[in-house]
């Protein structure tokens, strides 16, 4: 069964700094990865979709990578701003035909002014 | 493009009393259709997929039920709530192909009193 882990739990950096956030996965036979943000009180936004055949993809300020073999990904949020607050979601699809996500817990981010 | 909607944003209900969820999604045609509940302090829980209209997988036992009476249209129901299903219950759908995006609506927070 995967198993989707992130740390930090939280995260707490002054404004303009470079951060990265972590994810990791178990089964490594992954179709791909995305990465979300969650707003308090908010649905999901998606941020980045990595395919299984990529290493990376970029959005802006933010980057991530993808690394099946070692079974991680991170999410790179340059320049980080007030406005990036939020609770960051990795999540991978299952095999299955229905394409379910399995989400770890989450990364707490906050964006001191 | 496409949209997902989803109503009402908030709800507080009785226990005991039914449960009508319901979830919409515009510009795209066969979906596979989510429900998922985020408990306080806790990760994304599947609750109920479905790949096709009327075809409901469930990952979970519990008070809950689904319906998909049209294509796009998901229904997460309940005939008697329970204090424990108090949560914040998000709708999502993502496309037929293996390397599909999922998209998340803006999420219902169900208090059951």
């Known amino acids: 069964k995967q198993e989707v882990t992130q740390i930090p739990a939280a995260l707490s950096v002054p404004e303009g700094e470079n951060l990265v956030l972590n994810c990791s996965f178990t089964d490594s036979a992954i179709y791909n990865l995305q990465w979300f943000r969650q707003d308090p009180g908010k649905g999901l936004t998606s941020l980045l979709l990595i395919q299984s055949s990529q290493r990376e993809q970029t959005s802006g300020r933010l980057n991530a990578s993808l690394d099946k073999s070692s079974g991680r990904s991170t999410l790179y949020i340059a320049a980080s701003q007030p406005g990036d607050s939020a609770t960051y979601l990795c999540a991978v699809p299952n095999s299955g035909s229905a394409r379910q996500l399995t989400f770890g817990s989450g990364t707490q981010l906050t964006v001191l002014p | 493009s496409q949209t997902i909607h989803q109503w009402p944003a908030t709800l507080v209900q009785p226990v005991g009393s039914p449960l009508s969820l319901e979830c919409t999604v515009e510009g795209t045609s066969n979906p596979n259709l989510y429900w998922y509940r985020q408990a306080a302090g806790r990760g994304l829980q599947l609750l109920f997929y479905s790949v096709g209209i009327g075809q409901i997988s469930s990952e979970v036992p519990q008070n809950l039920s689904a319906s998909r009476p049209q294509d796009r249209q998901f229904i997460l129901s309940s005939k008697k709530l329970l204090l424990s299903d108090s949560g914040f219950y998000l709708c999502?759908?993502?496309?037929?192909?293996?390397?599909?995006?999922?998209?998340f609506g803006q999420g219902t927070r169900l208090t059951v009193v």
């Open positions: 999502a759908w993502s496309g037929q192909g293996r390397n599909t995006e999922a998209f």
